[in-house]
């Protein structure tokens, strides 16, 4: 942060903080000497920070604007993705918690871990929003999104899925889906 004010232009004193804002976190053994703050102590923090505070000037808004600009970009580690493909992960459709013990019946989807029953168009669209995040690169077509979710669904259930959620490109069996 000091880098940052620095670079930009800014010679502003700056206090570092470890805040928890987690309210069942307890950190054992803390020092009285540690800058922690614990969120319990958030608004107590807030007021004496408001009470310190002059008034903004444009050079503090140029820093806050720069701030939320650079937070908007990604970080490193955010574009250093392990390398995998499709056959290195496991087929078959997955519940929201990451189950892939599912009973599947002819209308909805149950699952045995988290008990949530969702519908199979849900299932199919979720599934099929997941193969598209994971794999920006392949194209969503029926075949494929019936593969990801391990050749459990009908077929016309998930061309119907797709075609009612997404905007189909192409016709018969070279369609696929934005």
């Known amino acids: 942060m000091r880098q940052l004010v620095k670079e930009w232009g800014g010679s502003y004193r700056i206090e570092a903080n470890v805040l928890f804002i987690n309210d069942s976190f307890t950190l054992y ?7 922690i703050i614990f969120s319990t102590q958030i608004k107590e923090n807030i007021i004496q920070l408001n ?3 002059k008034r903004l000037t444009k050079h503090c808004h140029y820093l806050a604007d720069k701030l939320i600009d650079r937070h908007k970009e990604e970080s490193l580690f955010q574009k250093q993705l392990p390398l995998y493909n499709v056959e290195d992960l496991k087929a078959g459709a997955s519940c929201s918690c990451g189950s892939f013990e599912l009973i599947i019946t002819q209308r909805s989807c149950y699952c045995k871990v988290c008990y949530k029953q969702i519908t199979i168009e849900e299932l199919i669209f979720d599934n099929t929003k997941e193969f598209s995040y994971l794999f920006p690169q392949h194209k969503v077509t029926t075949a494929a999104i019936d593969d990801w979710c391990g050749n459990k669904l009908s077929h016309r259930k998930i061309r119907n899925v797709l075609q009612k959620h997404l905007v189909a490109s192409g016709k018969n069996s070279g369609t696929y889906y934005k």
């Open 29 to 35: 053994n803390a020092s009285l000497e540690d800058p």
């Open 51 to 53: 009470a310190k505070c």
